[in-house]
């Protein structure tokens, strides 16, 4: 895997998978965008980056804020004059404790689709242009097995339903912008990171943010033969 002198940009890079995929894209060769909505957070994570041998840059993005996408857009275009790799990963998790279809807020529904689902539209949609100005754009999507019905029918995990929905429906997109794009340069996958310990599950997780990233980054370096509109995690596969 190489990413020499690609230029990368990750959502949600202050902490967690979001940082430890912005690491290895560093350590790979690439210039990383540290997408953070926090303008603090981001420089302080793009600053622990740099010491740790990344070229990397904050950039200020709250996927709920449009205009923060357009921001970021508008300065990558006069910065780089293209995008090769996008992670979504920017996520949220608000309901604690996990909740059934009966006790799910309207609040809460609202809230994660407007950051797990439709925050990815935007950022996308900003970004598409510079994407497709690439060679071989990449993006990939960060998402669950928990947002694929077939993986949680019949099953006895406790139900997380905002977070559920945004997962399937981030998948649905995931499908959707794999075929808009399937004759371009630009591949558009998701993936699982597995059951990582961060803060969105309060450190209950059993993998490290670095075994976690390690999907992402594979998906976000895949050359010209690899697939386009799949779910994959570190064993292969998910069947949506
Ligand atoms: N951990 C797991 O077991 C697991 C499993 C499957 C999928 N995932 C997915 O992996 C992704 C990363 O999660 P994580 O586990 O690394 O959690 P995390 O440590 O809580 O990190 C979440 C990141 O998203 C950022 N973020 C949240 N809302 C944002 C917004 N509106 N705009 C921009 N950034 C925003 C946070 O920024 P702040 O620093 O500002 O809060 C933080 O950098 C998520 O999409 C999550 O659903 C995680």
């Known amino acids: 895997m190489d990413a020499k002198g690609k230029i990368a940009l990750v959502t949600g890079a202050t902490k967690g998978i979001g940082y430890e995929t912005a690491r290895a894209l560093g350590a790979l060769g690439a210039t990383v965008l540290v997408g953070a909505r926090d303008a603090e957070r981001g420089a302080a994570a793009a600053a622990a980056l740099r010491e740790r041998g990344a070229d990397a840059r904050a950039l200020r993005l709250d996927v709920t804020d449009p205009a923060t996408a357009e921001a970021a857009a508008h300065l990558v275009q006069e910065r780089h004059g293209h995008l090769d790799i996008l992670v979504n990963n920017a996520g949220i998790n608000i309901e604690w404790p996990a909740r059934q279809p009966s006790e799910a807020t309207l609040h809460d529904l609202r809230t994660t689709m407007e950051t797990n689902v439709f925050g990815v539209s935007t950022v996308t949609n900003a970004l598409l242009p510079l994407l497709r100005a690439a060679a071989a754009g990449r993006i990939v999507n960060v998402s669950s097995e928990m947002g694929v019905p077939a993986w ?20 649905m997109l995931t499908v959707l912008y794999a075929n808009e794009l399937r004759d371009s340069s630009v591949k558009v996958n998701a993936c699982s990171p597995g059951f990582v310990v961060t803060d969105i599950n309060r450190g209950a997780g059993v993998l490290t943010a670095q075994e976690g990233a390690r999907i992402v980054v594979d998906l976000a370096t895949l050359d010209e033969d690899g697939p386009a509109g799949v779910f994959l995690n570190d064993a292969g596969p998910v069947s949506w």
């Not at 339903?161 to 399937?168: G, H, P």
């Open 152 to 171: 949680l029918s019949g099953t006895q995990m406790p139900a997380m339903t905002a977070y559920s929905l945004s997962k399937a429906a981030l998948n």
